[in-house]
């Protein structure tokens, strides 16, 4: 049965060029290039990549799309709430059944190419993003979603797999046009990449490799940004970046000490609370880094203080099971690693792996040794990685840092290698955060994405806690199953967990009041920090 009609929609977006823009200094007026409803920022993530089922505003952070929720603002202290966006209201288990989710969309809503928004683009959003035939990357993110169907006018239902109680914090799925997912076929190649449609505040108006211009939509349903365009412009090393704010640009994100070098002269810090956890990975394929009793030392013997005290310039938390006081009562502080250099040497020696004569320990005729990978282009990545090599060789471990790009993080690279691993890509429910990383059934070759349980780590007493967890309808039994995770976790670890990092930007302050910034995810750079409420921004 059909609800409503439109007419067909036509997938391009012309790209129009935006003339140049003579960038000012520091020391010049409170404006962006002489524009004061222009602003200019540089990132360091590839530019394009627009489909939502390639991952694109995944938390609900698109300037260009909306999704049914978004992550409230100014609440960084626990998990924050979903705030409706295209949705009209909180989702409703049907019959009390967790199982059946119903979801009332918003009237009155359109597309950037002027056509009516409704339950079906939600509908074929979601059905699209778990059907193989698109091939979605982000698709282990949605195992717990069966289908999605049009239930009436703006009402939408969601049949799971099974009973599912995180299914409010979920729904943060960019939503695409449903003409445009008509025909299915691999997400990756598909023309919302570069020529994107959708609901958002703002439209795509420029696209080249190093750069992005988005231009405020004259349609759009709410109130009007007051930041008329805005411009992003890419480059990797953070260095560059920092020298581009004396060029002119209004903004970045930088590493905690860079970023208090520069923000002087007309520029400040802008620091956002973030469930963005970074660790090594210890893939079960390398003999030393699989070994268990070097997985237990190493968790006991690296100085997780001392990182956020001296890398992080006090800009996080220590971090040893992925479960952090922001979970509440799912979190058990007990089951953190202490640091204890005596007790990782305990370990290994009772495990048989005896000091050599250079200091390194040997294990029926192996060394403790391993390769870790870095990207060298990410400051602390690489101090990080640095610490951690320096705390192994302390108990007898040789980790030998390795910097490599990006195209090296093969599939079949990382099942042997170690890997310093960023994540936190959907930290908004425990499950999200532990079970694609931890549970067995992503250490099967070609199961969800490469970085889904990069150590292949296998625990029976961990899939049960985590398989339990999920479907549990009774929130205090779910805590206490999580609570046993963390438990099953600490006894045996499957990697080498260090950090949670805050996000540290570095904004010109040029009149305008960005408001609250949200707790991050892994995902940074200019679509969250002081930018992720771009649209609602006011001036001073």
Same mark, same amino acid.
């Given at each position: 049965?059909?609800?409503?009609?439109? !007419?067909?929609?036509?997938?391009?977006?012309?790209?129009?060029?935006?003339? *140049?823009?003579?960038?000012?200094?520091?020391?010049?007026?409170?404006?962006?290039?002489?524009?004061?409803?222009? /602003?200019?920022?540089?990132?360091? &993530? &590839?530019?394009?990549? /627009?489909? !939502?089922?390639?991952?694109?505003?995944?938390?609900? $952070?698109?300037?260009?799309? $909306?999704?049914?929720?978004?992550?409230?603002?100014?609440?960084?202290?626990?998990?924050?709430?979903?705030?409706?966006? #295209?949705?009209?209201?909180?989702?409703?288990? @049907?019959?009390?059944? #967790?199982?059946?989710?119903?979801?009332?969309?918003?009237?009155?809503?359109?597309?950037?190419?002027?056509?009516?928004?409704?339950?079906?683009?939600?509908? %074929?959003?979601?059905?699209?993003? @778990?059907?193989?035939?698109?091939?979605?990357?982000?698709?282990?993110?949605?195992?717990?979603?069966?289908?999605?169907?049009?239930?009436?006018?703006?009402?939408?239902?969601? #049949?799971?797999?099974?009973?599912?109680?995180?299914?409010?914090?979920?729904?943060?799925?960019?939503?695409?046009?449903?003409?445009?997912?008509?025909?299915?076929?691999?997400?990756?190649?598909?023309?919302?990449?570069?020529?994107?449609?959708?609901?958002? !505040?703002?439209?795509?108006? &420029?696209? =080249?490799?190093?750069?992005?211009?988005?231009?405020?939509?004259?349609?759009?349903?709410?109130?009007?940004?007051?930041?008329?365009?805005?411009?992003?412009?890419?480059?990797?090393?953070?260095? %560059?970046?920092?020298?581009?704010?004396?060029?002119?640009?209004?903004?970045?994100?930088?590493?905690? *000490?860079?970023?208090?070098?520069?923000?002087?002269?007309?520029?400040?810090? @802008?620091?956002?609370?973030?469930?963005?956890?970074?660790?090594?990975?210890?893939?079960?394929?390398?003999?030393?880094?699989?070994?268990?009793?070097?997985?237990?030392?190493?968790?006991?013997?690296?100085?997780?203080?001392?990182?956020?005290?001296?890398?992080?310039?006090? &800009?996080?938390?220590?971090?040893?099971?992925?479960?952090?006081?922001?979970?509440?009562?799912?979190?058990?502080?007990?089951?953190?690693?202490? /640091?204890?250099?005596?007790?990782?040497? +305990?370990?290994?020696?009772?495990?048989?792996?005896?000091?050599? *004569?250079?200091?390194?320990?040997?294990?029926?005729?192996?060394?403790?040794?391993?390769?870790?990978?870095?990207?060298?282009?990410?400051?602390?990545?690489?101090?990080?990685?640095?610490?951690?090599?320096?705390?192994?060789? +302390?108990?007898?471990?040789?980790?030998?840092?390795?910097?490599?790009?990006?195209?090296?993080?093969?599939?079949?690279? #990382?099942?042997?290698?170690?890997?310093?691993?960023?994540?936190?890509?959907?930290?908004?429910?425990?499950?999200?955060?532990?079970?694609?990383?931890?549970?067995?059934?992503? *250490?099967?070759?070609?199961?969800?994405?490469?970085?889904?349980?990069?150590?292949?780590?296998?625990?029976?007493?961990?899939? +049960?806690?985590?398989?339990?967890?999920?479907?549990?309808?009774?929130?205090?039994?779910?805590?206490?199953?999580? =609570?046993?995770?963390?438990?099953?976790?600490?006894?045996? !670890?499957?990697?080498?967990?260090?950090?949670?990092?805050?996000?540290?930007?570095?904004?010109?302050?040029?009149?305008?009041?960005?408001?609250?910034?949200?707790?991050?995810?892994?995902?940074?750079?200019?679509?969250?920090?002081?930018?992720?409420?771009?649209?609602?921004?006011?001036?001073?």
């Amino acid at each position: 049965m059909l609800f409503h009609r439109r !007419p067909s929609r036509l997938l391009t977006v012309s790209l129009t060029t935006l003339s *140049a823009a003579v960038l000012v200094g520091c020391g010049a007026p409170a404006t962006s290039g002489g524009a004061p409803d222009r /602003f200019v920022v540089i990132d360091a &993530e &590839e530019l394009g990549r /627009f489909n !939502p089922l390639t991952g694109h505003g995944g938390n609900g $952070e698109s300037k260009i799309y $909306e999704s049914l929720y978004r992550v409230a603002e100014g609440q960084d202290d626990r998990i924050p709430d979903a705030v409706p966006v #295209l949705a009209e209201g909180a989702p409703e288990p @049907v019959d009390g059944d #967790l199982t059946h989710w119903r979801v009332r969309t918003r009237k009155g809503v359109t597309f950037s190419d002027g056509t009516s928004f409704g339950p079906e683009d939600v509908a %074929a959003t979601y059905n699209a993003v @778990v059907d193989p035939k698109f091939a979605s990357p982000i698709a282990a993110n949605f195992d717990f979603l069966r289908t999605a169907k049009v239930a009436g006018p703006d009402t939408v239902d969601f #049949l799971l797999n099974g009973a599912y109680g995180d299914v409010p914090h979920r729904l943060f799925l960019a939503i695409a046009p449903s003409e445009a997912l008509a025909t299915p076929g691999p997400a990756d190649k598909s023309t919302l990449g570069d020529h994107p449609v959708g609901t958002g !505040p703002y439209a795509l108006t &420029e696209l =080249r490799p190093d750069q992005v211009v988005l231009t405020a939509r004259d349609g759009y349903w709410g109130a009007k940004p007051q930041v008329k365009t805005f411009v992003v412009r890419r480059t990797d090393d953070e260095k %560059a970046r920092a020298a581009q704010l004396a060029g002119g640009a209004d903004g970045t994100r930088l590493s905690p *000490a860079l970023a208090r070098a520069v923000s002087k002269d007309g520029y400040r810090t @802008v620091v956002s609370k973030a469930n963005d956890w970074l660790g090594i990975t210890l893939p079960s394929g390398d003999p030393v880094a699989g070994d268990a009793a070097v997985r237990l030392a190493l968790n006991l013997g690296v100085d997780r203080g001392a990182m956020v005290r001296d890398i992080l310039q006090g &800009e996080g938390t220590p971090v040893s099971t992925l479960v952090t006081p922001l979970f509440g009562d799912a979190y058990d502080p007990a089951q953190d690693f202490t /640091f204890d250099a005596d007790r990782a040497r +305990k370990v290994l020696d009772d495990a048989g792996w005896r000091t050599g *004569a250079d200091g390194v320990r040997v294990k029926d005729g192996r060394r403790a040794r391993f390769d870790v990978a870095y990207y060298p282009t990410e400051t602390l990545r690489r101090d990080l990685t640095m610490a951690s090599v320096s705390d192994a060789k +302390k108990i007898g471990i040789e980790m030998k840092p390795v910097a490599v790009e990006k195209s090296t993080m093969t599939p079949h690279y #990382l099942s042997t290698t170690a890997f310093l691993l960023g994540g936190g890509g959907q930290p908004y429910t425990v499950d999200t955060q532990l079970y694609p990383k931890f549970h067995s059934r992503y *250490a099967a070759a070609g199961v969800g994405s490469k970085w889904d349980n990069a150590s292949d780590y296998v625990n029976p007493a961990v899939d +049960k806690a985590l398989e339990e967890a999920r479907v549990e309808r009774d929130p205090a039994k779910r805590a206490k199953l999580y =609570r046993d995770f963390q438990a099953a976790y600490h006894a045996a !670890p499957g990697m080498l967990a260090l950090v949670s990092e805050n996000h540290v930007y570095v904004i010109r302050d040029n009149g305008w009041h960005p408001g609250a910034t949200a707790l991050e995810p892994h995902a940074h750079g200019v679509a969250w920090g002081p930018w992720y409420s771009l649209a609602r921004w006011t001036r001073k």
